[in-house]
T-cell receptor, first 117, second 114 residues
């Protein structure tokens, strides 16, 4: 069965430092996609970054980058130069399968990041 | 650009009362639509998804139902709410057949059952 694991319930980081949020996944499907979302205390889910299983390079979006290690089945999110506004819950998610119409996601349990001044 | 609207933002309901949460998407056609529930401090649980009008798939057995009367409208309902229905409900949409596209979420509804 497909599964997403986030082992860090909470993390602290000093402002302006980099932080890595861990995510491991389990799937027998050779084609899959990995997503990271940010959920501030207000509740909305904000899409951050995507990595496809066949992508040759690690995804980057501004201060966000994804450390994709396919053999280890890990897709860690790296946030560089942390800002106070980065304090939020972060969720890793995996798309089930490839093709078809559904595009369903499986979510991890999340990591609560607190950025300290 | 595409937008997703979800309402109400907050709802307090007594046990046994009915429920109707509405979600609409603008700026796209034939989207996939999803309803999630998030318990306090937990991850998201997919409740329902829809790939077209009148096409609803349920992911978990529960007290809730969903309907899609129009292409860009998704409704979550219950005839009689239970205490266990409390939570944060999120609606989302995604582009069909584009599997590398993310799901885009509404702002959510905080439902408290008394």
């Amino acid at each position: 069965a497909q599964k997403i694991t986030q082992t860090q319930p909470g993390m602290f980081v000093q402002e302006k430092e980099a932080v890595t949020l861990d995510c491991t996944y389990d799937t027998s499907d050779p084609s899959y996609g990995l997503f990271w979302y940010k959920q501030p205390s207000s509740g909305e889910m904000i899409f951050l970054i995507y990595q496809g299983s066949y992508d040759q390079q690690n995804a980057t979006e501004g201060r966000y980058s994804l450390n994709f290690q396919k053999a280890r089945k890990s897709a860690n999110l790296v946030i560089s130069a942390s800002q106070l506004g980065d304090s939020a819950m972060y969720f890793c998610a995996m798309r089930e399968g490839y093709g078809g119409a559904t595009n369903k996601l499986i979510f991890g349990t999340g990591t609560l990041l607190a950025v300290q001044p | 650009s595409q937008t997703i609207h979800q309402w109400p933002a907050t709802l307090v309901q007594p046990v046994g009362s009915p429920l109707s949460l509405e979600c609409t998407v603008e700026g796209t056609s034939n989207p996939n639509l999803y309803w999630y529930r998030q318990a306090a401090g937990r991850g998201l649980q997919l409740l329902f998804y829809s790939v077209g009008i009148g096409q609803i798939s349920s992911e978990v057995p529960q007290n809730l139902s969903a309907s899609r009367p129009q292409d860009r409208q998704f409704i979550l309902s219950s005839k009689k709410l239970l205490l266990s229905d409390s939570g944060f409900y999120l609606c989302a949409w995604s582009v069909q057949e584009e599997v590398n596209q993310p799901q885009h979420f509404g702002d959510g509804t905080r439902l408290s059952i008394l």
